[in-house]
């Protein structure tokens, strides 16, 4: 089946620290691969995808890699803020006939202290 | 701007007692989701409307119908709410076809509570 592992939290970090959090994917096909952002209290963001094999996915300094290879999807920022605290969620996309369907990872809470 | 809106951000039901959830948007996406999550976890997909053709998940309680009268707006029915229903629900919608190549828009979630 198709499935996404992503490393537990809570994750906390000094600001300017450098960030990695890990995802891998289980799937069959060839899937999409995302990452999206929860603040507190609000609904899901897409931080940043990925639609193929070797894509690099950016935005806001995030960065992350689609590796078919090891089939990860690690998300990495050079120095974090605080104000990058939130819940960040690893996602698949499968492609279906009529409509896709996203698979997210349990989600790893980022905390950065001042 | 384009998004997705859904009312209320703060809901309180009694036991028991029916509710309607509701989203709306105007990126006049074809796909639309209902999700379902509870504290500290993951979304959970509960169905998906594909036009007017609905899609329900197969583990998704009977407790919960949704509504798509037109292509702007979706709704969340649940019958009989339960303690265990408390949760923040989320719409998302999505452009379908090529859909897994985009990301889903996500509205900023109701919240629902059981009393």
């Known amino acids: 089946g198709n499935s996404v592992t992503q490393m537990e939290g809570p994750v906390t970090l000094s600001e300017e620290a450098f960030l990695t959090i890990n995802c891998t994917y289980t799937a069959t096909g060839y899937p999409s691969l995302f990452w999206y952002v929860q603040y507190p209290g609000e609904g899901l963001q897409l931080l940043l995808k990925a639609t193929k094999a070797d894509d690099k996915g950016s935005n806001k300094g995030f960065e992350a890699t689609y590796r078919k290879e090891t089939t990860s999807f690690h998300l990495e920022k050079g120095s974090v803020q605080v104000s990058d605290s939130a819940v960040y969620f690893c996602a698949l996309s499968i492609g279906y006939s009529s409509a896709s369907k996203i698979i997210f990872g349990s989600g790893t809470r980022l905390s950065i202290r001042p | 701007d384009a998004m997705v809106i859904q009312n209320p951000r703060y809901q309180v039901t009694q036991f028991g007692k029916p509710v309607t959830l509701s989203c709306s948007q105007t990126l006049n996406h074809n796909v639309m989701y209902w999700y379902q999550q509870k504290s500290s976890q993951a979304p959970k997909l509960l169905f998906h409307?594909?036009?007017?053709?609905?899609?329900n998940e197969a583990d998704t309680p009977d407790n919960f119908q949704s509504r798509r009268p037109n292509t702007s707006f979706c709704f969340l029915d649940i019958r009989s709410p339960g303690l265990g229903d408390a949760a923040m629900y989320l719409c998302a919608t999505s452009r379908g076809g090529l859909g897994s190549t985009y990301g889903y828009t996500f509205g900023s979630g109701t919240r629902l509570t059981v009393v």
């Open positions: 409307y594909y036009d007017k053709d609905f899609n």
